[in-house]
C-alpha cells in the first residue's frame, strides 16, 4: 500500500510540474514547431487576406504558447480591422506581459492606418525582443484611435 501511495504521489508531482511547465512563456529559445508553423500558416494568411484561417491558426498557437506575443498581436489586429477595440486592446495587453522574454527576429505587414499585423517570426534569435517593440507601437496607435478617457481593464478572450 505504501510503495502505491509513493508512487501516486510521485506521478502527481510529475502532472503538476508538467503543468506549470506548459504555462511559462516558451520565448527564451527558438520556438519549437507546435508553435512556429501555425504562426507562419497564419502570416501567410493574413498577407492573402484570408483572415478566418489567420485567426484558426494564431488561436491554436495560444494553445500550445498561452502567452505568445506574435499570435496575441496579429490577434489584436485582426479584431482592431472588424472594429472591435477593446478586444484588440486587451490582445495587446496580454502581448505586452511576455513580449520581451521573445526574441525572435521578425517580418511584417500593416494594415494601412491600422496596426502593424502579420508579424511573422523568423528562426533567428536576436539580441533584444523585436515583437515588444511592434506591440508598444500597436499599443500606442489603439489608444489613440480609441480615444481620451479610461478604459475598465480586460484580459484576452478565453480561447
Avoid at 72 to 92: H, I, M, P, S, V
Avoid at 109 to 125: D, E, K, S
Amino acid at each position: 500500500m505504501r510503495k502505491f501511495l509513493s508512487f501516486l504521489m510521485i506521478a502527481m508531482l510529475a502532472l503538476f510540474l508538467a503543468a506549470a511547465a506548459m504555462a511559462q512563456p516558451r520565448g527564451g529559445a527558438m520556438m519549437e514547431e507546435d508553435v512556429f508553423t501555425p504562426l507562419t500558416l497564419g502570416f501567410d494568411f493574413m498577407r492573402d487576406g484570408n483572415y478566418e484561417a489567420a485567426e484558426y491558426e494564431f488561436k491554436k498557437v495560444l494553445k500550445a504558447d498561452a502567452n505568445n506575443p506574435f499570435a496575441l498581436n496579429n490577434l489584436a489586429a485582426l479584431e482592431e480591422r472588424k472594429g472591435n477595440l477593446d478586444t484588440a486592446y486587451a490582445y495587446l495587453d496580454g502581448a505586452a506581459k511576455y513580449a520581451d522574454q521573445y526574441r525572435q527576429g521578425i517580418q511584417q505587414t500593416c494594415f494601412v492606418g491600422g496596426l502593424c499585423a502579420a508579424v511573422r517570426p523568423v528562426q533567428q534569435m536576436g539580441a533584444e525582443s523585436e515583437i515588444a517593440k511592434v506591440v508598444a507601437e500597436n499599443q500606442a496607435k489603439l489608444k489613440a484611435k480609441m480615444g481620451p478617457g479610461p478604459r475598465p481593464p480586460q484580459s484576452a478572450p478565453k480561447m
